[in-house]
């Protein structure tokens, strides 16, 4: 269904749109409404969306400017529309963020900041609502002749007004992994991450390697080890602060070879960690943001992570071996 969608623009998506639900962003930040200590994504339909067009003086065209992404399993089509960025394959301007906060009951709040509070389902949903949204926002010009790209209905491609050249989205692939020594593992800290926390070795993938020739560089750049053996664990798309696929690893190293040398240009400090040191941290409740004026903890990533699956398979599986 969604493969007709994307190919047959006039007919089919635009049918979908009449029973769709369409998500709101402005400026790349997500519509929501808080409830509790969660967040909900509020969604309108087709009339309800040119209800609020016709009210700040824009009308219907504005919503071929939505992209798909995704649907229900009853074929009920989802759409995100961003209402802040200016488009130049679009004549709408961006409409003012507070008075459609007011109008519509919500706050468009940065989908970063929001990630504690959201469920698993809604979260995925706009990471791939934002990262399209982006992706589209970043392709309007066409990199070898310069003319504008048009979307197509759907938002699946861009084609070049010029020499047709065809615009697909793309994500970058990062390789995600936990080192072991067998008893404890390594784990790292950028300059950039909220203090106190520790996380896997990533980085992107190169051009011409492999999975495994990427965690291999990745760890022998970062913290100088030769890794022994190496097992996929999962992977998942993450938007920021661009479109990359996490491919998620196990690794470990040789016995007697866990001497790091921390390589101070990519990273500000990576350790070894006892089973002891991690599970406790993972049992903690990380809200970065609260304690960010207090003594840091040890902190991992949060749940929504690949990284926090990773590091979590690890200690359930050293759980078990652990004698009682
Ligand atoms: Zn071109």
Not at 79 to 103: I, M, Q, R, V
Not at 226 to 237: D, T
Not at 296 to 312: C, G, N, R, V
Request: proline share 5%; glycine share 4%.
């Amino acid at each position: 269904y969604l493969f007709e969608l994307k190919e047959d623009d006039d007919d089919a998506c635009r049918k979908a749109q009449q029973t769709g639900a369409f998500y709101l962003f402005h400026s790349l930040a997500p519509l929501l409404q808080p409830s509790g200590h969660q967040y909900l994504v509020p969604w309108l339909n087709l009339l309800e969306l040119e209800r609020l067009l016709g009210k700040f003086g824009q009308d219907a065209q504005r919503i071929e400017d939505s992209v798909l992404i995704g649907c229900s399993e009853q074929h009920e089509a989802w759409f995100a529309l961003d209402l802040g960025l200016n488009s130049s394959s679009s004549t709408y301007a961006s409409l003012p963020k507070s008075e459609l906060e007011t109008e519509l009951k919500g706050s468009f709040v940065e989908l970063r900041k929001a990630l504690f509070q959201l469920n698993p389902v809604d979260s995925s949903l706009l990471f791939t609502a934002q990262s399209l949204l982006r992706w589209h926002d970043d392709h309007q010009f066409c990199s070898r002749s310069g003319q504008p790209t048009k979307k197509n209905m759907a938002g699946s491609k861009r084609v070049c007004s010029s020499n047709k050249i065809i615009y697909y989205p793309q994500m970058a692939p990062v390789v995600i992994t936990l080192v072991s020594d067998g008893t404890r593992c390594l784990l790292a800290r950028q300059h950039s991450f909220p203090k106190g926390l520790y996380s896997a070795l990533a980085g992107f993938c190169d051009i011409g390697e492999s999975v495994e020739d990427a965690v291999q560089r990745e760890v022998a750049e970062e913290v100088g080890l030769e890794l022994e053996r190496l097992e996929y664990s999962a992977s998942q798309h993450w938007p920021f602060p661009n479109s990359s696929l996490m491919i998620a690893c196990h690794a470990t190293v040789k016995p007697g070879q866990t001497e790091i040398q921390v390589n101070l240009r990519e990273l500000e400090a990576a350790a070894w960690f006892s089973y002891a040191e991690v599970a406790a941290a993972l049992k903690r409740k990380g809200t970065y943001i609260q304690q960010q004026n207090q003594s840091f903890p040890f902190l991992l990533p949060p749940k929504l992570a690949i990284a926090h699956q990773l590091i979590k398979e690890w200690v359930e599986k050293h759980a078990c071996s652990l004698p009682n």
